[in-house]
Nanobody, 126 residues
Framework: QAHLVESGGGLVQAGGSLRLSCAAS????????LGWFRHPPGKEREFVTA????????TYADSVKGRFTISRDNAKNALYLQMNSLKPEDTAVYYC???????????????????WGQGTQVTVSS
């Protein structure tokens, strides 16, 4: 049984930084696209960023571009999200996800991802 487990969430002041981690177990995800999504309070879950299987290509939502950086370590079966210059509107539950996605146009589509973590809360105070 494959599992994804997020960690690193917490409470931070606006302008601060957090680094989220996602540990995978039960199978290797080295041939999967990995992504981060978030679910802000009172809103729908939304795409944040995704990274190709070899880390050579990344895609970001406009709202986080230039502030967030996604990376992966296939040797450790791990995914990371470095979040800088955090804003109160970044407050959300953050989820990592994995999917066998072959077309970039589908990277932002939640139903393309087969595996999901349980989420980690990020709260940014003003």
């Amino acid at each position: 049984q494959a599992h994804l487990v997020e960690s690193g969430g917490g409470l931070v002041q606006a302008g601060g930084s957090l680094r989220l981690s996602c540990a995978a177990s039960g199978r290797t995800f080295s041939d999967y696209v990995l992504g981060w999504f978030r679910h802000p309070p009172g809103k729908e879950r939304e795409f944040v960023t995704a990274i190709s299987w070899d880390g050579s290509s990344t895609t970001y939502a406009d709202s986080v571009k230039g502030r967030f950086t996604i990376s992966r370590d296939n040797a450790k079966n791990a995914l990371y999200l470095q979040m800088n210059s955090l804003k109160p509107e970044d407050t959300a539950v953050y989820y990592c996800a994995a999917g066998r996605i072959y077309y970039s146009i589908k990277l932002r589509q939640q139903h393309e991802y087969d595996y999901w973590g349980q989420g980690t809360q990020v709260t940014v105070s003003s």
